[in-house]
């Protein structure tokens, strides 16, 4: 069905192209590698670093835990020989659940860093959205297109804005984070 859309949507877009030229204007298009500027903008550098900072201190806070809890595992094995069975039985399950927890403290972690993400760069994607609109009215493109996306299956030339995106958002949010729009 998506195969469907997508050769529908491309040959009523020839058909476009093809009225354009008929009239004497070109069909513009131009792409954008979205995840190139959102990397390379000041507010995209500065996310992710704040990010990769909290990432950071995340895996330190697990790794210490996985050191703790080993140490533990090998002091048990090292008095297993000398302990009751009852002892034993209730240290292997204080061990098992103290391994539990540190394996859902480590998912926890890994969900709460991707919302973090999710929440640093949507504000930034928007703006650079609004860019791309206004470079697209500006410009006269018919269409932009996100570069990595798979969904076009053919596209004649075709100008890379990406680099004038990046440069017109840092000069018109100069590292900082768009505030949200109500």
Do not use: C, W
């Amino acid at each position: 069905m998506k195969l469907f859309i997508v050769l529908l949507m491309s040959a009523v877009g020839i058909q476009g192209m093809a009225a354009e030229s008929a009239a004497g204007t070109a069909f513009r298009v131009a792409y954008v590698d979205l995840q190139k500027a959102l990397q390379t903008v000041e507010a995209g550098r500065n996310a992710k670093s704040s990010l990769e900072k909290e990432v950071q201190s995340k895996k330190a806070e697990i790794e210490k835990a996985q050191a703790a809890l080993q140490k533990e595992a090998e002091e048990f094995e090292k008095k297993v020989a000398i302990l009751n069975d009852s002892a034993k039985a209730a240290k292997q399950a204080e061990l098992q659940k103290k391994f539990v927890d540190l394996q859902k403290n480590a998912a926890e972690s890994q969900m709460n860093l991707q919302g973090k993400e999710r929440e640093l760069t949507k504000p930034i994607i928007d703006a650079l959205r609004s860019v791309i609109e206004a470079l697209g009215k500006e410009r006269n493109y018919q269409l932009v297109l996100e570069r990595n996306e798979g969904a076009v299956l053919f596209a004649q030339g075709g100008e890379d804005v990406t680099d004038t995106v990046i440069e017109r958002f840092n000069s018109q949010y100069k590292g900082k984070v768009p505030s949200k729009k109500k």
